[in-house]
């Protein structure tokens, strides 16, 4: 089968007719860069704001050509919204589809506002942070949504690391996910968790080169057109630091709160604390910091080592006011279970570990419980 290029697929969107119904598309410089991988084509759209939702016809019309495409396996589209007056490259906001009410599950009922339009079905959807990369958020989100699952609820994952996905290998799940109508995606499943990842859409060794409109339409597109059914929490696993992932999900999405995940040494804090200031500011509740690699349990003597130091999440936990969610032990078998695909909390339920896990999961749902849900208000780029 001859590989689809991009020449060709802006060939094919010179078809669609633009807003003024004069000049196509790609002739107004509506379209962004186009990523291709195993036949899939990604692209995204850019409209005007206020024009967003009557537009959607646009962005269906554009998928329908590239799918027909001799060649192309499916194509994954979306509109990003600029706010009207914005110099172009600058951050821009995609305005999501307009949603129904979801079920009455066990979290509170989250308040829609506009621009915050939550998931249908979907509970909480908690975002997992950090500061930095190496360690260990992608591990704590995985057994800390698998910690949740062990507590009786129904519980999702996004994997929103566009650059660097890592639920694939850490929940030992391979192949395609299959959509429904040629649209809506089916999440994989494994371990009881519904997944969502790019890395179950692009190859594990494809260069990720989007700029940062085309991660936030993929993030949208993988929050909104999934069938995730009836989840009482979504645990989101945002990639490290404060960059366009965390500001789109805390722009778009009505967050019901956030994990900070830091190691104990004071390097790690430092950055750990852009994160609990980004989230401060854009009034997401931190719903409490996770001391990972806390300390060292030598597996021959059984002697407890403070590599990194130790107690300085909690510290930092106690000096800023919020809840000090628990120390999880740096360990041979963390990383071993994590390498293999199969994390603690679901192959040694009843070990020490996953008990850790669990009661972190229990601190966290236990907030979501207690107070209703409030949407974040939406953030302006200048």
Known sequence: MTEVTKEQVL????????PDLEHNIVELGMVSDVFISDGKVY??????????????????????VIKEMPGVKGALVA????????????????????????????AHAQPQRAGKIGVPGIGAIIAVASGKGGVGKSTTSVNLALG???NGLRVGILDADIYGPSM???????????????????????????????????????AMIWRGPMVQSALMQMLRE????????????????????????????????????????????????????MFKKVEVPVLGIVENMSYFIAPDTGARYDIFGHGGARNEAERIGVPFLGEVPLTINIREASDA???????????IVAGIYRDIAAKVWAQLEEKPQRAAPAIVFE
Do not use: C
């Not at 391979?174 to 809506?184: A, C, K, L, M």
């Open 226 to 277: 999934v069938a995730w059914g009836e989840l009482d929490v979504l645990v989101v696993d945002m990639p490290p630091g404060t960059g366009d992932a965390q500001l789109t999900m805390a722009q778009q999405v009505p967050l019901a709160g956030a994990v900070i995940v830091s190691t104990p040494q004071d390097l790690a804090l430092i950055d750990a604390r852009k994160g609990l200031n």
């Open 43 to 64: 692209f995204s759209i850019t409209v005007p704001a206020e024009r967003a939702k009557e537009l959607e016809p646009l962005r269906l019309a554009a998928e329908r």
């Open 79 to 106: 509109l990003t919204a600029d706010k009207k007056g914005t110099p172009s490259g600058a951050a821009a906001s995609r305005t999501p589809p307009q949603a129904g009410h979801g079920h009455e599950s066990h």
């Open 168 to 206: 694939p290998r850490l929940l030992h799940i391979s192949g395609r996910p299959t959509q429904i109508d040629g649209r809506i995606i089916n999440p994989m499943e494994n371990y009881g968790l519904k997944v969502m990842s790019m890395g179950f859409l692009v190859d594990e060794e494809t």
């Open 148 to 150: 949740l699952h062990a």
């Open 341 to 351: 695909g199969t994390p603690l909390v679901a192959s040694e339920p009843n070990g």
């Open 11 to 18: 060939e094919t969107l010179a078809t669609v007719r633009g």
